[in-house]
């Protein structure tokens, strides 16, 4: 694996759509990534595509996936509680990278991942905003593909390190 890919989402149609996209590319769930802030806040109507009062992101993504390969990368799901954000939910191998860096908060566990700390603290403050962060870890000939995928499904902030 060569490069680290991320993009923000405004939500998790969104985000879903372009996971379905990178998985039939060929991209494998080993390769993306997704972390979100668990929603824990009520408040006014929302689109069928964003996330729900107290409904995490793998209910949002796999209740609008129609492709369903969103569904094998959110078996990884895992909810962590990360000081300074509340709860997460982090799918694929970055929830295994996270868990072990939730003192150093998102920013600390994408360190692993070759982002430097200022741009984690960039991702992780959109995080914070309620935004989704998906990425994915790919070889080089393939992050520019990556990348366009992500900027064709709405993706705000998309480079690669």
Excluded: C
Excluded at 68 to 81: D, E, P, W
């Amino acid at each position: 694996m060569g490069k680290t890919v991320l993009g923000v989402f405004e939500n998790t149609r969104q985000a879903e759509k372009a996971v379905d996209d990178l998985q039939r590319r060929g991209f494998n769930k080993q390769e993306i990534s997704i972390v979100a802030r668990k929603s824990t806040a009520g408040g006014g109507a929302r689109s069928r595509g964003d996330m729900e009062a107290g409904q995490d992101i793998s209910g949002g993504i796999t209740a609008g996936s129609a492709i369903g390969g969103v569904a094998g990368l959110l078996a990884g799901v895992g909810a962590l509680a990360i000081p300074g954000i509340g709860p997460v939910v982090a799918a694929g191998p970055i929830a295994t990278a996270l868990s072990g860096a939730v003192t150093g908060g998102i920013a600390g566990g994408l360190i692993d991942w070759g982002i430097p700390e200022d741009v984690g603290q960039k991702y992780e403050q959109r995080v914070k905003e309620g935004k989704i962060v998906a990425m994915v870890r790919t070889d080089d000939e393939k992050t520019n593909e990556a990348a366009d995928i992500f900027r064709r499904h709405g993706a705000k902030d998309v480079e690669t390190h």
